[in-house]
């Protein structure tokens, strides 16, 4: 990553993280984006050329880049199901050990927005397209398995996520998806 690069990710998580904490305190209808640019001590211009839309600023993650990388990284082995829960239990052990208080605000704001729940619907779609892409790039025979599973997945991973914001992120979110995914498939990833 260049200089430049890191700068920009470095400003964009700056963004995020106030505008996590003025929606937290100040509620998301009644924070605005130029309460977020004073907030990160950047103008509304650069908010908006980094989160085209007030929703982005809870929902934007690197998430699907994630995915990939980590799918490709791990081994190929085992089901479909498998291969995306081990992914999917990468993800949320790095972003539990390194995110965890911005995850839980992210998952609140989700859960207590209504005008933030659809917009989550299209990045867990994303999200899905991500895991099918990854798995599809050496056989696109397996989109359709790919699909399936990978909706499964991140069934099991939206009821464990559920479970962890009900327990204000104090319960531990990887044993609560192992718990999920076992319950729902019979074994652990």
């Not at 920009?8 to 937290?24: M, V, W």
């Not at 605000?105 to 892409?133: G, W």
């Not at 599809?136 to 991140?154: I, Q, T």
Request: charged share 25%; with cysteine; glycine share 4%.
């Amino acid at each position: 990553m260049s200089l430049r690069d890191r700068q920009r990710a470095d400003t964009r998580h700056r963004i995020q993280r106030q505008a996590l904490r003025l929606f937290t305190d100040r509620g998301y209808d009644a924070t605005t984006v130029n309460d977020v640019a004073d907030a990160a001590g950047v103008s509304a211009m650069t908010v908006y050329r980094n989160f085209p839309t007030k929703e982005d600023l809870v929902l934007y993650d690197d998430f699907e880049q994630l995915t990939a990388s980590t799918l490709t990284a791990l081994p190929a082995t085992g089901s479909l199901t498998d291969r995306i829960g081990r992914t999917t239990l990468a993800i949320l052990e790095l972003a539990a050990a390194n995110e965890h208080e911005l995850l839980l605000a992210r998952l609140r704001l989700m859960i207590a927005t209504p005008a933030l729940q659809a917009r989550h619907l299209d990045s867990q779609f994303r999200l899905q397209e991500a895991f099918v892409n990854a798995i599809c790039a050496d056989d696109p025979s397996l989109e359709y398995g790919a699909r399936a599973a990978a909706s499964a997945v991140l069934g099991v991973t939206h009821t464990a996520l559920l479970r962890w914001a009900a327990a204000d992120g104090e319960a531990d979110l990887v044993d609560l998806f192992r718990e999920a995914f076992t319950a729902a498939f019979g074994h652990a990833p």
